[in-house]
């Protein structure tokens, strides 16, 4: 699987909020990586969490309105 890019949110001292967004190049990816993480995988003591983001919620919604 080819990640496109990996964004990790931080706070001003560079400290990890806990969560990133990892970008696929190929959505078939992106989608084998939600099913094999999401609740089945561990990183120290925490069952990790995958879920699809949407880019620009409020683009999105314009669009459908």
Do not use: T
């Not at 949110?9 to 989608?31: M, P, R, T, Y």
């Amino acid at each position: 699987a080819k990640i496109s890019q990996i964004k990790i949110l931080k706070d001003k001292e560079e400290n990890s909020h806990g969560f990133a967004f990892v970008q696929f190049a190929k959505h078939e990816d992106a989608l084998a990586a939600v099913r094999k993480i999401s609740n089945n995988v561990k990183l120290r003591g925490l069952l990790l969490m995958a879920e699809f983001a949407i880019d620009n919620a409020r683009k999105l919604q314009k669009k459908i309105l």
